[in-house]
């Protein structure tokens, strides 16, 4: 498992734990900026997948795309709902993590704004639920359009404690 950042050592000044520090969703504009961190990530060990997001012409070719170069399963049901479970499952080095590399991202973002911000809010989403267990996802996600924005993605609702979850068991 992954050895957690350590405030005493110099890990804050580790790329990893600055592209981390506000979350799991990265915006690049300059490609020469993505690539310089895509290289400092691969040298220390991160699998990367990277996705070419101008060439989704549908939320199909979305799903494809995400399908095929993210290796899921057969049965993967290309909806988002399906996304989300099958990037709850995939598989991050034990002793770095996982970059998802979503180039050109504001080409499909333009086209498909809901399906765009899901897919940022489930890997968020997933992100932080994985980082529990010691598993670091990271999206980058390149736009050539500097004005480029989303809702916040992966924002959690406060909830009731296990035991009075339920609305009878708080008198309701």
Not at 135 to 145: E, G, T
């Amino acid at each position: 498992m992954m050895v957690t950042f350590r405030e005493e050592s110099e890990d804050f000044q580790r790329l990893d734990w600055a592209l981390l520090q506000n979350g799991a969703i990265t915006l690049y504009l300059r490609p020469e900026f993505l690539e310089e961190d895509v290289k400092w990530l691969r040298a220390h060990g991160y699998r990367v997948d990277s996705f070419d997001c101008s060439a989704w012409s549908s939320e199909t070719d979305m799903h494809q795309a995400l399908s095929t170069g993210l290796d899921f399963p057969d049965y993967y049901g290309r909806n988002l709902d399906a996304f989300n479970d099958c990037i709850s499952e995939i598989e991050i080095p034990e002793e770095s993590g996982r970059v998802l590399i979503l180039r050109r991202y504001d080409s499909f973002s333009a086209k498909f704004p809901k399906a765009a911000w899901g897919i940022l809010d489930i890997i968020e989403h997933n992100s932080r639920r994985l980082l529990l267990f010691g598993h670091r996802l990271l999206a980058l996600v390149q736009s050539d359009d500097p004005t480029i924005s989303f809702a916040a993605v992966g924002a959690r609702p406060p909830i009731w404690n296990r035991r009075e979850w339920l609305n009878k068991n708080r008198g309701l």
